[in-house]
């Protein structure tokens, strides 16, 4: 069955079972292995696109229910790394094994999306579903509140970003707090 859908800005079509999780098309027919597959059965985020602007799991989403919307993937978020999310996860070396990030890097710029400036019990929420087994969960926290920034909005709750200080001066003095704290 052909389905119809925008991947990452493009107009693409696949040809495949209704039934197929969303996740197999993107990897296994499409060949686009960023977004990973843990659990399979929505519990640790691994698998997270966005859908519509949603953050969405894509391991339990049949490909046949989204047909006709817009679906961005890891690959899609910029094709030079420089989305604030992306740019705040290499400033604070954010990832351990790495297996988890992208999921948290998509739910994370859905969240931006929706709440430019959130505060540290916003972030937890949002990422509460998003697992990582390295715990990089402190670091996550931090490259949020360093990509909110970045995407021009102060963060609220960041000791470390309110500073009245470039952003580049921020950004150095951030990683090395990071870095000098774990
Ligand atoms: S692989 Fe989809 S939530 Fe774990
Ligand atoms: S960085 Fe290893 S699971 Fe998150």
């Known amino acids: 069955m052909a389905i119809q859908f925008t991947l990452n800005g493009k107009p693409q079509t696949v040809d495949v079972n209704p039934n197929?999780?969303?996740?197999?098309?993107?990897?296994?027919?499409?060949?686009?292995?960023?977004?990973k597959l843990g659990c399979g059965i929505s519990l640790c985020g691994?698998?997270?696109?966005?859908?519509?602007?949603?953050?969405?799991?894509?391991?339990v989403t049949p490909v046949s229910s989204v047909a006709g919307k817009k679906i961005t993937t890891i690959e899609g978020l910029s094709t030079d790394r420089s989305h604030p999310v992306q740019r705040a996860w290499i400033e604070v070396d954010?990832?351990?094994?790495?297996?988890?990030?992208?999921?948290?890097?998509?739910?994370?710029?859905?969240?931006?999306?929706?709440?430019?400036?959130?505060?540290d019990a916003e972030i937890d929420d949002a990422l509460k579903g998003n697992i990582c087994r390295?715990?990089?969960y402190q670091r996550i926290r931090e490259a949020v509140h360093l990509a909110a920034?970045?995407?021009g909005a102060p963060a609220k709750k960041s000791a470390r970003l309110d500073?009245?200080?470039?952003?580049?001066?921020?950004l150095a003095a951030e990683a090395m707090q990071v870095g000098g704290t774990l």
């Open 46 to 59: 691994a698998c997270t696109v966005h859908i519509d602007g949603d953050a969405t799991r894509s391991c």
């Open 20 to 35: 197929m999780p969303l996740l197999w098309v993107l990897r296994d027919t499409l060949g686009m292995t960023g977004t």
């Open 134 to 136: 390295c715990g990089t």
């Open 94 to 119: 954010v990832p351990q094994c790495g297996y988890c990030q992208s999921g948290q890097i998509m739910t994370t710029a859905a969240l931006l999306a929706k709440n430019a400036q959130p505060n």
């Open 149 to 151: 920034k970045l995407a």
């Open 163 to 170: 500073r009245e200080e470039p952003v580049e001066q921020a």
